[in-house]
């Protein structure tokens, strides 16, 4: 890593559902990196890809020797109690010290981009942080943040099925989907079902 610049992305997802927890990614790339391949296609940001896109592009970054990431997750309670802002915020902070703490050093030729809404919490932040609105559309560590971070959270929401089977978590994630808020109605709320959004 001697003398190379490098570029942190953060994003988030499940922002908007009714379980489950809100999963942070941050993803440490080499300022120079070129990601193309006919098999991927075209780097996207997760939502503007299918589901088996991420995870073939999920796969690709797990296995890459220069690409690198760690995740976060705040729970139901926490949102419920600070709020889902708060909780995304805290998630963030604590995928990036994840990050750093495994890539010390390199913070002097560091940029760190974070999509819209994201910001780091009681740490010194590089001089280079940026908040950015719809950075998930302009920046590639975003975009590949927002893979690792979806692809994460849909594996959990698929395990909590298992769990809570009468949701149907492995179909709608824990969004508020007709079936899912009629789910609630018959059945009540899960221990991971976030009350304040209900």
Do not use: C, Q
Not at 28 to 35: Q, V
Not at 169 to 183: D, I, L, P
């Amino acid at each position: 890593m001697n003398g190379r610049k490098f570029i942190i992305g953060i994003d988030e997802v499940g922002r908007g559902a009714l379980a489950g927890p809100v999963v942070v990614a941050a993803v440490i790339i080499p300022k120079t990196l070129r990601l193309r391949s006919r098999k991927l296609g075209r780097l996207r940001d997760s939502k503007r890809l299918t589901p088996r896109r991420r995870e073939i592009w999920f796969d690709y970054l797990s296995e890459h020797p220069s690409i690198f990431y760690a995740v976060a997750r705040t729970a139901p309670g926490v949102i419920d109690r600070v709020n889902v802002t708060e909780a995304a915020n805290i998630a963030a902070t604590r995928a990036f010290k994840k990050l750093l703490a495994n890539h010390k050093g390199v913070t002097n030729k560091l940029k760190v981009f974070l999509d819209g809404g994201l910001y780091l919490r009681g740490t010194p932040n590089p001089p280079t942080t940026k908040t950015l609105v719809r950075g998930d559309e302009k920046i590639n560590a975003i975009k590949l943040a927002s893979i690792i971070a979806k692809v994460i959270r849909d594996h959990y929401m698929v395990r909590l099925h298992k769990k809570h089977p009468v949701y149907s978590f492995h179909k709608h994630k824990g969004y508020g989907t007709k079936k899912h808020k009629n789910a609630i109605k018959k059945h009540g709320p899960s221990p991971t079902h976030r009350l304040t959004f209900l």
